[in-house]
Structures are given as C-alpha cells and as structure tokens.
C-alpha cells in the first residue's frame, strides 16, 4: 500500500524546499564578489556585541558600498544589520561552531571561523590543528553553507600554505589571512599604513597562489592598501578599525566609500531623504 502524506507534511516538505532554495540563493548572493575578485566585508568585529555599533556600520556598509558585513555570531545582532542595511549580506564568526545555527536561523549567510586578533591580547592563540578542528567541525554541522576560515598569522608562512591547503580540502569557500593586532592608533604616514598590511599581504600572495578557493585579506586593510591585497592575489578584502572605529555612521560611511573607490565598485545610488532621516546617529566605536 502506497503511504499518503498529509497536508502537514506536505507543507513541512514545502517549507524545507524553500529554505534550502533561499540557502542557496542567499550563498550565490554573497559568493558572486569574491568569484568577480571585488569582494569588500565591512567587519564590526568578533568581541563587539554593541547593537548600535552594529547599526551603523550595516548602514555604512550597505550606504557606502560594501558587498556584505561581518559581525559577532549572535542572532540579535544578525536581524539589527539586517534591518539596518536589508541587501547586505550578513557573515558572523565565532570560534565555536555550536553557536552559528541560530545565527542561520536569524539570516546570516556566511561563516567564519576567526579572526583571531581580538584573543592576542588576552594570551591566547591558535594553533593549526585548533583552526582545522573548527573548520572540520563547522563544515560537519553546515555542509550547505559558504564557510570562511581565517589562518593564524602566528603560524609560519608555510604552514600558513600548509593550513590552507587542508582547509580546501575540508570544503572551505574561503580562506581569510590577517596580520599583527594593531597596538596603536590610525595615525601615521602611507609607509607606515603599507608597513602594517605586510604581513597580512605577504600570506595572501602565498595562499593565493596554492589554494584554488578565494582568498580574502584582513587586518590592517585601508584605502592605500586595498588595491595592493587584490594585486597580491586576494579576491576580496575585509576592513574592520578603518571604518568601525569612527565616531559616527556618517564618518563610517566616507571611509567605506573610500575603500570602495580604491577597489574601484561602482557607486552606490544615494539614500532616499527619508532613509537618512531614519539613519543612526553614531556608535559607540569603543564598545
């Protein structure tokens, strides 16, 4: 006797089939820059769990030209970016892979396991055997969805190319380098601004050419050293105090605008008055 299915499941089956077409669209949509080689995350940061903060760099990102935002793998924050700045791309990261599927499940499109930077300062750092670890345990729970994984500037270049490689073979989508914490603040001349991109730069150019998935460069990326990141290999680039760090949304807006020039992205079409006036006001970069 042939089983009937019931309305219910009917619709369960339904409902799951769209998920999984909207998953798929959702990847395409965020995927496609970094495939194009113009890729520009704008990041909020790991540690900041400060809504408004949050806001406000959706907002400059969707505003000034960012093709997707990195935030803090919580679900709260995923629906504030997504309200803020509703056609940007939402990747969260964390560094344990039990929290990303409620965040899935508020609208984040992307993984990423890093950046690192953040847990330098408190003593802590990650060796290749935690960072593949993550990933596998990751790409195991999310087989679905484009997951980035970020490589330990602590390692040595060529375990750094060593660590990339196994990453690619586990299913990354996406291999994220980083450099040094930054211990001081934005001032300093151009040489200065290239100086602190070097190591971030130097991975990108030896991941790039080993790996055969994007490469992303992060740390210490502004709009002098953006361009050089793509002419190292990078398919994309992630910029996080450049932008997150300024006093308010608009001033975020002008450095994302900036960085988005030196990639040379076409220009975003201007807000509508009323989205301005419903724009925030500031954050609180310090959060």
Not at 233 to 260: C, D, K, Y
Not at 282 to 287: L, M, R, S, V
């Amino acid at each position: 006797q042939t089983p009937t299915t019931t309305p219910r499941e009917t619709m369960k089956a339904f409902a799951t089939s769209l998920l999984l077409l909207l998953g798929g669209a959702a990847a395409l949509k965020i995927m496609q820059p970094f495939h194009a080689g113009k890729a520009f995350k704008v990041i909020s940061g790991l540690h900041r769990f400060d809504e408004p903060l949050v806001r406000a760099v959706a907002t400059a990102g969707e505003r000034g030209g960012a093709t997707c935002i990195d935030i803090a793998c919580c679900p709260d924050l995923v629906k504030a970016s997504l309200s803020a700045a509703p056609s940007l791309p939402v990747v969260v990261s964390a560094v344990d892979p039990s929290l990303f599927a409620p965040a899935l499940a508020a609208g984040a499109s992307m993984l990423e396991i890093g950046n690192f930077d953040g847990f330098y300062d408190q003593g802590l750092t990650f060796t290749a055997a935690d960072v593949e670890a993550m990933a596998a345990d990751t790409l195991r729970l999310h087989p679905d969805v484009p997951v980035s994984v970020t490589v330990p500037h602590t390692l040595p270049l060529d375990e750094q190319v060593a660590l990339a490689l196994r990453l690619e073979a586990l299913g990354a989508a996406l291999i994220q380098t980083e450099g040094a914490p930054q211990r001081a603040g934005l001032e300093g001349g151009v040489e200065e601004i290239i100086a602190r991109a070097v190591p971030t730069l130097a991975a990108t150019h030896a991941i790039s050419r080993a790996v055969s998935v994007p490469v992303m460069s992060a740390s210490h990326i502004t709009d002098v050293t953006a361009p050089l990141a793509l002419a190292a290999g990078a398919r994309g680039v992630g910029v996080g105090s450049f932008v997150n760090r300024l006093p308010s949304q608009q001033h975020m807006t002008w450095a994302v605008e900036g960085i988005a020039r030196a990639l040379e992205l076409p220009p975003v079409a201007p807000a509508a008055p009323s989205a301005l006036a419903d724009a925030p006001k500031g954050a609180d970069a310090q959060a």
